[in-house]
T-cell receptor
Framework: GQSLEQPSEVTAVEGAIVQINCTYQTSGFYGLSWYQQHDGGAPTFLSYNGLDGLEETGRFSSFLSRSDSYGYLLLQELQMKDSASYFCAAPERYSSASKIIFGSGTRLSIRP | DTEVTQTPKHLVMGMTNKKSLKCEQHMGHRAMYWYKQKAKKPPELMFVYSYEKLSINESVPSRFSPECPNSSLLNLHLHALQPEDSALYLC?????????????FGAGTRLSVL
């Protein structure tokens, strides 16, 4: 099985940069995904890292280091609408299906 | 179209009621999922259907009964629920393939059990 740990809360200022970390322990690892969930909303997929290094998608970037069992989500030019919960997640394979394991989640609050 | 539609959005039920949650996707995804989410917690997997067959049951109590009538539809039948079952119930779908297994979520059904 897998477990993924994140800080529970992070606060940042509008326009700034924030990094949300995720450390994992796994018996089988394929890669790391990130999901965003606004209060009252559905989780939405942000990014996936299958290989070590940085993936960039607009203001969001995600990083993975397999040797350190560590990844992070980097949000730049923060906007108030970025206030949400962010989950790292890792896929697990079963004989006839696959699932994803979610991290504990980080609640990001943006201050003006 | 990357939409997963869930109905109803809100549901209030007594402990003796029987109700059903519905989920629909038209993305041709082969895998569909039910999750339960409590406030300030991550989604907790309940069931996985792959090619319309129940593939994973995360030891969910029998008062929750999933059903997959066809490749686009997923139901969750509820019976004799407890107040602690009050939560947001999320449906998701995906291609089901490793490694990414990107999941698309519906907006959820907010369930209150009285």
């Amino acid at each position: 099985g897998q477990s993924l740990e994140q800080p529970s809360e992070v606060t940042a200022v509008e326009g700034a940069i924030v990094q949300i970390n995720c450390t994992y322990q796994t018996s089988g690892f394929y890669g790391l995904s990130w999901y965003q969930q606004h209060d009252g909303g559905a989780p939405t997929f942000l990014s996936y890292n299958g290989l070590d290094g940085l993936e960039e998608t607009g203001r969001f970037s995600s990083f993975l280091s397999r040797s350190d069992s560590y990844g992070y989500l980097l949000l730049q030019e923060l906007q108030m609408k970025d206030s949400a919960s962010y989950f790292c997640a890792a896929p697990e394979r079963y004989s006839s299906a696959s699932k994803i394991i979610f991290g504990s989640g980080t609640r990001l609050s943006i201050r003006p | 179209d990357t939409e997963v539609t869930q109905t109803p959005k809100h549901l209030v039920m007594g402990m003796t009621n029987k109700k059903s949650l519905k989920c629909e996707q038209h993305m041709g995804h082969r895998a569909m999922y039910w999750y339960k989410q409590k406030a300030k917690k991550p989604p907790e997997l309940m069931f996985v259907y792959s090619y319309e067959k129940l593939s994973i049951n995360e030891s969910v109590p029998s008062r929750f009964s999933p059903e997959c009538p066809n490749s686009s539809l997923l139901n969750l039948h509820l019976h004799a629920l407890q107040p602690e079952d009050s939560a947001l119930y999320l449906c998701a779908s995906s291609q089901g393939s490793i490694p990414q297994n990107i999941q698309y979520f519906g907006a959820g059904t907010r369930l209150s059990v009285l």
